[in-house]
C-alpha cells in the first residue's frame, strides 16, 4: 500500500491522455509574459441598482430631507 501512496506524492501526474500535445508546435509551458487589461467595453458595473423584488421606495422627498436641520445645530 505504501508504495501505491508513493505514485501520488510526485507533484506532477501524467498520463497518456494527460499529456501535452507535441504536434502542430504545441507549447503547453510557455515563458511569454501577457499582459490581463480591464475590458473597456461596457463589462463594468451597471448604473442601474440591483434591488430586491419587495423594494419599496422612499415616501420622502430628496430635497425635503437634505432641507432638515437638527434643532441643536
Not at 34 to 63: F, H, I, K, L
Amino acid at each position: 500500500m505504501a508504495a501505491h501512496l508513493a505514485s501520488f506524492s510526485t507533484p506532477f501526474v501524467t498520463s497518456p491522455r494527460l499529456a501535452p500535445n507535441t504536434k502542430a508546435g504545441f507549447k503547453p509551458w510557455s515563458t511569454t509574459l501577457v499582459r490581463c487589461e480591464p475590458r473597456t467595453e461596457g463589462c463594468g458595473w451597471s448604473t442601474a441598482q440591483r434591488r430586491p423584488s419587495r423594494y419599496q421606495t422612499s415616501t420622502w422627498n430628496y430635497d425635503f430631507i437634505q432641507s432638515i436641520t437638527s434643532a441643536t445645530s
